[in-house]
């Protein structure tokens, strides 16, 4: 590529001469530029310079400040749309805060445990779990377990036995405030220094996820940026805005995190910014790419952080935590007991 450096002219001066004056008069010396900008200047294949990219952020991401909260902040990680990266999105948005230093607790709500496997907590059926808390009034502190990566980080597990929960929460007192009542307590006591909760949710809108609605100030969706992406979105609005007026007035739709993203197609582009159009004020200006290392660490009972901290994956995760740490310094304070 060429050099945009305007020419200096040095009357008297021999070539060699001429040459490292010109080095001296240049704009931009040698020690200012990264080391990484002569691989940038060859245009080198596409791969070579996304690899660049994302070591460039990773980089970046080290050196940057992750603010921490005021008050503990609850996200509800929700879209009854499966497979569109709830579970991914929680576990690493989690890990990424936890490894800045973050107390994060993630509460898996889904019988499908994905989460618990992902943080690599003990989730085998009998397992002291979210179920308890739900069903049995035993308290959050005693079901929850420390991961074993990450020392700030601690899961509430979910086990098989709560894929009855949707139907025998329905005859119990207080159905729809069980999780926040459990949750208040929690933070109340032991809990109350936790920065984030992160509240994985199953793909429906029962009452599982209105349980996690009705304690949590924030919903966190993740969209697929595919075809159906918008579908069903609708109706997740809907049910927010029934939870805000009738159970949580605090509940607000506050992130969007584009997953799955290949910029390569413009099907990825146009829901993206189909996405963005609607929800200008929600939607993280960083997507996730689709990272092969992303969906391999659950196997390794890892989130993707640990797993693989230099992948593309795990860079994207930490600049989607970054930006959810710096939106939230600029947020009003709320408190987490309404
Ligand atoms: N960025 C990514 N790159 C590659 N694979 C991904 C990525 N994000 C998620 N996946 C994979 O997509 C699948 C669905 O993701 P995930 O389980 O997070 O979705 P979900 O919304 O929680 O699903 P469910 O609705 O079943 O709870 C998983 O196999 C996961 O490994
Ligand atoms: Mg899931």
Redesign the pocket.
Known sequence: MESSSPTVVHPGLSGAERASADALTAPVSRETRDAFDALGDDEGSPLANELIATERLRQELEASDFPRPRQTRVFAVS?Q??????????VNIAAALAKRGANVLVIDA?P?G?ASTALGVDHHSGTPSIYDVLLDDTPMAQVAQRCPDIATLWCVPATIDLAGADIELVSVVRREFRLHDALVELLDGPGKRLDYVFI?C??SLGLLTLNAMVVAHEVLI?I?CEYYALEGLTQLIKTVEMVRRHLNKTLEVSTIVL??FDGRTNLAREVAQEVRTHFPAQTLAQT?????R???A?SHGQTVITHDPHSS?AV?YTAVAREIAVRGAARPDEGVHQ
Request: net charge neutral.
């Open positions: 879209n749309k499966g497979g569109v990266g709830k579970t991914t999105s929680t889904d499908q994905n994985d199953p793909p993740p697929q997953t799955m996730v790419p689709r990272s092969v992303v969906s391999e659950p994956g994207a």
